[in-house]
C-alpha cells in the first residue's frame, strides 16, 4: 500500500505575501515537509508555479516529494476560488493542506485540513469587499476543513465561540523562530553603522516591525511615544515603523504627520531585508508590540530571540505566546502604553530582565518542531 499523497497549496508563497508572517510559515513547513515527509509515512505534492515570482519553486523534487506544476497559480482569483479544489479533485490525492484560510475548499471527494491562524477580520471587522471575501474564506474553512491547525489557545478558543467548533477538530501548534537567523549574536559594529546612516537612524530608537495594518494599532503607540517624550525631558528617541504597506498605511501616515514636528520622529522604513531587519532588532534600545489582536505575533518572537527588550499588549494571544516574562500594558489606553514604555526606558536593570526572560522564551518555538507536529496531524487525517 502506498503512503497517502498530499498536496500543499503554496498560494501564500508568491511574491504578493513576502513580507508576511504567514509566508514565513509556509516556507517553514515545506522545508521540513520535503525532509521528514517519509519519517512519517507522508509524500507530498506542493502545487507550484513556473512563475519567477512564486518562491515555492525553490524547493526541488526528492523523495517523497514531487513538486506538480500548473499555470492556475498565476490567475490569483481562478486559482482560490475554484481552481486549486478542482486540480486536488483531478490529481486524486488523498488530502490538502492548505498553510492558510484564503483558498476556498469546499470538502467534496478530497477532505482538507486548513491553518486559520487568527480570526482578525471577524474580532476585529473592518466594512470592504476583500473584509467581506475573508470572511466567507474563515467561515468555509472552519466548516468544510476535516482539521484546523491554528497558533495559539486565544485563536483555538475563538474559533469555538465564532464558529461553535468542536475541541477535537482543532489542533494547536505554535509557530517557530529561525534561530539561525534571530539570536543573541553580536552584530559588527560597522555593519551596524552603515544601516542605520543608510536608514536614518542615527538616534535611539524605540522599535516596532510588522506590516502596517489596523490590527498593530499603530496610531496610538505613535500618539504614546508623542506624549510620553513632551512630559519627560529626559529622554529623547526616534520611533521607528519597520514593515510593508498594508490597508492601515494611511491612517497611520495621517498620524505621523500631525506628530512630526515634535520631539523626537516617526520613521518608517518599508518592508526590510533579512539583514537589514535583525540589524534594525538589535540596534533598538525597545521593541513595542501593542496589537489589539494577533494570532501569534512572529515578530514579538524574534525580538526577544534578538535579546532585544521587548514590551507587549496585554491583549489577543500576547501574554499567552510571550510566556508572561514580558510587560504587559492596556493596548487601548495610550497613558498605559506611555507609562509602561518609559519604566523599561529608564531603567536598564529592566530592560536587561526583559531582554534575559525574552530570549530563553524564544528558545522554546522551533520550526522544527512545528512542522514534525503538523506532519502529525496529517498524517492522522490522510490515515
Same mark, same amino acid.
Given at each position: 500500500?502506498?503512503?497517502?499523497?498530499?498536496?500543499?497549496?503554496?498560494?501564500?508563497?508568491?511574491?504578493?505575501?513576502?513580507?508576511?508572517? #504567514?509566508?514565513?510559515?509556509?516556507?517553514?513547513?515545506?522545508?521540513?515537509? =520535503?525532509?521528514?515527509?517519509?519519517?512519517?509515512?507522508?509524500? &507530498?505534492?506542493? +502545487?507550484?508555479?513556473?512563475?519567477?515570482?512564486?518562491?515555492?519553486?525553490? &524547493?526541488?523534487?526528492?523523495?517523497?516529494?514531487?513538486?506538480?506544476?500548473?499555470?492556475?497559480?498565476? !490567475?490569483?482569483?481562478?486559482?482560490? &476560488?475554484?481552481?486549486?479544489?478542482?486540480?486536488?479533485?483531478?490529481?486524486?490525492?488523498?488530502?490538502? +493542506?492548505?498553510?492558510?484560510?484564503?483558498?476556498?475548499?469546499?470538502?467534496?471527494?478530497?477532505?482538507?485540513?486548513?491553518?486559520?491562524?487568527?480570526?482578525?477580520?471577524?474580532?476585529?471587522?473592518?466594512?470592504?469587499? %476583500?473584509?467581506?471575501?475573508?470572511?466567507?474564506?474563515?467561515?468555509?474553512?472552519?466548516?468544510?476543513?476535516?482539521?484546523? %491547525?491554528?497558533?495559539?489557545?486565544?485563536?483555538?478558543?475563538?474559533?469555538?465561540?465564532?464558529?461553535?467548533?468542536?475541541?477535537?477538530?482543532?489542533?494547536?501548534?505554535?509557530?517557530?523562530?529561525?534561530?539561525?537567523? @534571530?539570536?543573541?549574536? *553580536?552584530?559588527?559594529?560597522?555593519?551596524?553603522? *552603515?544601516?542605520? =546612516?543608510?536608514? $536614518?537612524?542615527? =538616534?535611539?530608537?524605540?522599535?516596532?516591525?510588522?506590516?502596517?495594518?489596523?490590527?498593530?494599532?499603530?496610531?496610538?503607540?505613535?500618539?504614546?511615544?508623542?506624549?510620553?517624550?513632551?512630559?519627560?525631558?529626559?529622554?529623547?528617541?526616534?520611533?521607528?515603523?519597520?514593515?510593508?504597506?498594508?490597508?492601515?498605511?494611511?491612517? #497611520?501616515?495621517?498620524?505621523?504627520?500631525? *506628530?512630526?514636528?515634535?520631539? $523626537?520622529?516617526?520613521?518608517?522604513? $518599508?518592508?526590510?531585508?533579512?539583514?537589514?531587519?535583525?540589524?534594525?532588532?538589535?540596534? *533598538?534600545?525597545?521593541?513595542?508590540?501593542?496589537?489589539?489582536?494577533?494570532? @501569534?505575533? %512572529?515578530?514579538?518572537?524574534?525580538?526577544?530571540?534578538?535579546?532585544?527588550?521587548?514590551?507587549?499588549?496585554?491583549?489577543?494571544?500576547?501574554?499567552?505566546?510571550? $510566556?508572561?516574562?514580558?510587560?504587559? @500594558?492596556?493596548?487601548?489606553?495610550?497613558?498605559?502604553?506611555?507609562?509602561?514604555?518609559?519604566?523599561?526606558?529608564?531603567?536598564?536593570?529592566?530592560?536587561?530582565?526583559?531582554?534575559?526572560?525574552?530570549? !530563553?522564551?524564544?528558545?522554546?518555538?522551533?520550526?522544527?518542531?512545528?512542522?514534525?507536529?503538523?506532519?502529525?496531524?496529517?498524517?492522522?487525517?490522510?490515515?
Amino acid at each position: 500500500m502506498s503512503p497517502p499523497t498530499i498536496a500543499v497549496d503554496t498560494w501564500v508563497m508568491g511574491a504578493h505575501a513576502r513580507n508576511q508572517g #504567514v509566508y514565513a510559515y509556509s516556507a517553514q513547513l515545506m522545508n521540513y515537509f =520535503r525532509e521528514l515527509g517519509p519519517q512519517h509515512g507522508l509524500q &507530498f505534492k506542493p +502545487f507550484v508555479s513556473a512563475s519567477s515570482d512564486h518562491d515555492a519553486n525553490a &524547493f526541488g523534487a526528492a523523495t517523497g516529494f514531487q513538486p506538480r506544476s500548473t499555470r492556475l497559480l498565476r !490567475h490569483s482569483c481562478l486559482w482560490r &476560488f475554484g481552481g486549486a479544489w478542482a486540480l486536488a479533485s483531478l490529481d486524486g490525492v488523498d488530502l490538502v +493542506f492548505s498553510p492558510h484560510c484564503t483558498t476556498l475548499y469546499a470538502g467534496g471527494p478530497v477532505p482538507s485540513v486548513t491553518t486559520i491562524h487568527d480570526l482578525i477580520p471577524v474580532v476585529l471587522p473592518w466594512e470592504s469587499r %476583500i473584509a467581506r471575501t475573508l470572511r466567507f474564506l474563515l467561515w468555509s474553512a472552519a466548516r468544510n476543513s476535516r482539521a484546523i %491547525i491554528t497558533v495559539s489557545q486565544h485563536s483555538k478558543a475563538d474559533l469555538m465561540r465564532v464558529y461553535g467548533l468542536p475541541d477535537s477538530r482543532i489542533h494547536v501548534i505554535y509557530n517557530g523562530c529561525d534561530h539561525r537567523v @534571530f539570536n543573541c549574536t *553580536a552584530l559588527d559594529a560597522h555593519l551596524l553603522e *552603515a544601516t542605520r =546612516r543608510r536608514l $536614518g537612524l542615527d =538616534r535611539p530608537y524605540v522599535l516596532h516591525y510588522g506590516a502596517i495594518k489596523p490590527n498593530k494599532n499603530l496610531q496610538r503607540l505613535i500618539v504614546a511615544c508623542r506624549s510620553l517624550l513632551e512630559r519627560n525631558p529626559n529622554l529623547d528617541f526616534d520611533l521607528v515603523l519597520a514593515g510593508a504597506r498594508d490597508s492601515g498605511y494611511e491612517d #497611520v501616515m495621517r498620524t505621523v504627520q500631525q *506628530a512630526n514636528g515634535a520631539r $523626537g520622529r516617526v520613521i518608517l522604513t $518599508g518592508a526590510l531585508n533579512q539583514q537589514d531587519l535583525v540589524t534594525v532588532i538589535k540596534g *533598538a534600545t525597545l521593541a513595542v508590540f501593542p496589537s489589539l489582536y494577533e494570532g @501569534f505575533c %512572529i515578530p514579538m518572537i524574534e525580538s526577544m530571540a534578538c535579546g532585544t527588550p521587548t514590551i507587549a499588549a496585554n491583549s489577543s494571544c500576547l501574554p499567552e505566546v510571550s $510566556g508572561g516574562v514580558l510587560r504587559y @500594558f492596556d493596548p487601548c489606553s495610550e497613558e498605559e502604553m506611555s507609562a509602561c514604555i518609559e519604566a523599561a526606558l529608564e531603567s536598564q536593570e529592566l530592560r536587561r530582565d526583559l531582554s534575559d526572560k525574552g530570549r !530563553h522564551r524564544a528558545a522554546q518555538f522551533e520550526w522544527r518542531r512545528c512542522a514534525e507536529q503538523t506532519l502529525a496531524v496529517l498524517a492522522q487525517v490522510a490515515g
